[in-house]
C-alpha cells in the first residue's frame, strides 16, 4: 500500500506559493532597476521601482509571519540538523542528489510531519531564512529610509555597502529559487515535491528510504 503523509498545511503552502510569486518579482523588477540598459528596460524604471517596492513589502510581512509561526509551534527545531551523523548525511544526500536518483534509487530520507527536510535541506533554510532573507530585508529597508544609514561606513558612502550587501544576498536567494526548482524533482517522484507543495499530502509509492530497506 502506498503510504501517505500530511507535510504541509495550508497556511504553509499558502506562505511558500505567496513567498514565491514575491521573490520572482522582487528578481525581475530588481534586475530592470540595476542590470537593464536604460534605453531599453526590462521593466520601465518607475513600474520596476514601484513592483520592487511593493513586493519588498510583502515579502517582509510574510517573514515575520514565518518568524512567528516558527517560534509559536516550535518548527524552528525542523532546521536544526543533527550533529551526530551530520558528515555522513550530507555525503549521502549529495550522493542521492547527484548520482543515486539518476539511478533510480530510492532517497534516504523521507519526510514526516516530525521531520520534514533531510541535512542538506536544513543546512540550505537556515543560510536563507535566517542568514539571507533577514539581511535582504534590513538592507532594503535602508534604502526606504536613507536617513537612517550612516554617513560613512568602512570608508565609503553610508549606502555603498549597505547596497553591495543587498545586492550579493540578493544573487545567493536567486541561486537558492533556481537550485530549490530543481531539488523540487529529487523526491520519490520528479513532480512528488510540487505536488506536495499543492495538496499538503507526501505519497511514498511503495518505495522506502534507503535506511529502511532491507
Do not use: C
Not at 520592487?52 to 515575520?64: A, E, F, M, R
Amino acid at each position: 500500500m502506498a503510504e501517505r503523509a500530511y507535510i504541509m498545511p495550508i497556511a504553509l503552502r499558502l506562505w511558500h506559493w505567496t513567498n514565491a510569486l514575491l521573490m520572482i518579482l522582487l528578481i525581475i523588477s530588481g534586475a530592470s532597476l540595476h542590470f537593464t540598459d536604460p534605453v531599453i528596460p526590462l521593466i520601465r524604471f518607475d513600474i520596476a521601482r514601484t513592483i520592487h517596492n511593493v513586493s519588498g513589502i510583502g515579502v517582509s510581512v510574510l517573514y515575520i509571519f514565518f518568524a512567528v509561526w516558527n517560534s509559536a509551534t516550535g518548527s524552528w527545531r525542523q532546521y536544526i540538523p543533527e550533529l551526530k551523523g551530520l558528515k555522513a548525511n550530507l555525503d549521502r544526500q549529495n550522493y542521492y542528489v547527484f548520482v543515486g536518483q539518476l539511478k533510480g534509487d530510492a532517497p534516504h530520507v523521507v519526510p514526516t510531519p516530525e521531520q520534514k527536510f533531510n541535512a542538506m535541506q536544513q543546512l540550505t533554510y537556515i543560510g536563507v531564512m535566517y542568514i539571507a532573507m533577514p539581511v535582504v530585508i534590513v538592507t532594503g529597508l535602508a534604502f526606504f529610509y536613507p536617513e537612517l544609514a550612516p554617513a560613512q561606513l568602512f570608508g565609503f558612502d553610508g549606502l555603498l555597502p549597505i547596497a553591495v550587501l543587498h545586492y550579493v544576498a540578493g544573487f545567493g536567494l536567486t541561486m537558492f529559487l533556481l537550485g530549490h526548482l530543481y531539488m523540487g524533482t529529487t523526491g520519490t517522484t520528479v513532480a512528488g515535491g510540487f505536488r506536495m507543495m499543492i495538496t499538503g499530502w507526501h505519497d511514498e509509492h511503495d518505495e522506502k528510504p534507503e535506511n529502511e530497506q532491507p
